[in-house]
């Protein structure tokens, strides 16, 4: 349970946040390295606001707004530092956020347009020669949490998008076998693939998703999530 007056003590330091953020922002200049941590600092305060299925204060607006000036910044940065990895990984999640928020409101096409537009920068950035290991991580969730967000409006769509995110997973497991919740995500996404394909390719599908949470009890017996 919440201790009492927590979501008060919440909502004041998100409210301290934003205003030492909003005044930072007059002053961020050309520095494209403060340009994305406030990109990054935007994005956390709007999960607090009001991120889709996550613990929130329940003020979507506000959390669309922060992610805005979120996305708004790491752009800037980008537009000084075109190859700034952490720049173009907040553009990418800010996005992907922005759209959960379009689509919460049954906004669907500004909603598909972030989204796609969040998951093309995720693919650019994990693609290019040198990019960090994690970015394949970064773009195999952002596939997922597209397709989760999709799933009750666009099926076909969301289809793809597991389909993808798996496919990712794969690669990262095939490249480590113990690179953090890969097996567990890619589980994830197989079980929901299955529920959206017919039942030979359904069958094979939760086949995987049980080999790699097998995967996952072997690594961690205490992992309750892949029993």
């Given at each position: 349970?919440?201790?009492?007056?927590?979501?008060?003590?919440?909502?004041?330091?998100?409210?301290?946040?934003?205003?030492?953020?909003?005044?930072?922002?007059?002053?961020?200049?050309?520095?494209?390295?403060?340009?994305?941590?406030?990109?990054?600092?935007?994005?956390?305060?709007?999960?607090?606001?009001?991120?889709?299925?996550?613990?929130?204060?329940?003020?979507?607006?506000?959390?669309?707004?922060?992610?805005?000036?979120?996305?708004?910044?790491?752009?800037?940065?980008?537009?000084?530092?075109?190859?700034?990895d952490g720049a173009a990984?907040?553009?990418?999640?800010?996005?992907?956020?922005?759209?959960?928020?379009?689509?919460?409101?049954?906004?669907?096409?500004?909603?598909?347009?972030?989204?796609?537009?969040?998951?093309?920068?995720?693919r650019a950035r994990a693609?290019?020669?040198?990019?960090?290991?994690?970015?394949?991580?970064?773009?195999?969730?952002?596939?997922?949490?597209?397709?989760?967000?999709?799933?009750?409006?666009?099926?076909?769509?969301?289809?793809?998008?597991?389909?993808?995110?798996?496919?990712?997973?794969?690669?990262?497991?095939?490249?480590?076998?113990?690179?953090?919740?890969?097996?567990?995500?890619?589980?994830?996404?197989?079980?929901?693939?299955?529920?959206?394909?017919?039942?030979?390719?359904?069958?094979?599908?939760?086949?995987?998703?049980?080999?790699?949470?097998?995967?996952?009890?072997?690594?961690?017996?205490?992992?309750?999530?892949?029993?």
């Amino acid at each position: 349970a919440r201790l009492p007056g927590s979501t008060e003590l919440r909502k004041t330091l998100v409210t301290r946040a934003l205003s030492y953020l909003n005044s930072l922002a007059a002053d961020s200049g050309d520095d494209a390295g403060l340009l994305t941590e406030m990109a990054a600092a935007y994005r956390r305060v709007g999960d607090v606001q009001g991120r889709a299925n996550h613990a929130n204060l329940g003020d979507p607006v506000g959390a669309l707004t922060s992610y805005q000036k979120g996305l708004a910044a790491a752009q800037a940065a980008l537009a000084r530092e075109p190859k700034r990895d952490g720049a173009a990984r907040e553009a990418g999640w800010l996005n992907l956020m922005i759209g959960e928020i379009y689509l919460a409101k049954r906004e669907s096409a500004p909603a598909l347009d972030h989204m796609q537009d969040g998951v093309k920068i995720l693919r650019a950035r994990a693609n290019r020669a040198g990019a960090p290991v994690e970015s394949q991580s970064d773009l195999a969730a952002a596939l997922l949490d597209m397709a989760l967000a999709l799933r009750l409006t666009d099926s076909a769509r969301a289809r793809d998008s597991l389909a993808d995110s798996a496919a990712v997973y794969e690669r990262i497991l095939a490249a480590d076998r113990k690179t953090p919740n890969a097996a567990y995500n890619a589980a994830v996404a197989y079980r929901y693939l299955a529920a959206a394909v017919d039942r030979p390719a359904a069958l094979n599908h939760l086949k995987r998703a049980l080999e790699l949470d097998q995967m996952c009890v072997n690594a961690d017996p205490y992992n309750a999530g892949a029993r």
